[in-house]
Nanobody
């Protein structure tokens, strides 16, 4: 399974970006799909996760500003990011996993895309 993310870029504080990530390859079933982010010197952290049935969870820092969604027919996950802040600046990674028990734990995700950079200027 390959994950291809796109949509990053440079935006001013208060602006919006939409990330998308499409899975391809030998896909039997993808249960959780999510977005993580990482800045140099820090651990990769969860931004948002969506299950196959549509249940979601978000990092506290992005609640009310970011929305995760997915299209199961297209094996694609999206992240709409509004009211962006400089502290949202990071490399964003999409990830996916199979498993009947939902998980946001980073080590449970076995499929990862390359990072897409998001830079928010003040």
């Amino acid at each position: 399974v390959q994950l291809q993310a796109c949509g990053g870029g440079l935006v001013q504080a208060g602006g919006s970006l939409r990330l998308s990530c499409a899975a391809s390859g030998s896909i039997f079933r993808l249960d959780d799909m999510g977005w993580y982010r990482q800045v140099p010197g820090k651990q990769r952290e969860l931004v948002a996760r969506v299950s196959r049935s549509g249940s979601t969870n978000y990092a506290d820092s992005v609640k009310g500003r970011f929305t995760i969604s997915r299209d199961n027919a297209k094996n694609t996950v999206y992240l709409q990011m509004n009211s962006l802040k400089p502290e949202d600046t990071a490399d964003y990674y999409c990830a996916a996993r199979t498993g009947y028990i939902p998980s946001s734990y980073v080590n449970d995700y076995i499929y990862w895309g390359h990072g897409t950079q998001v830079t928010v200027s003040s």
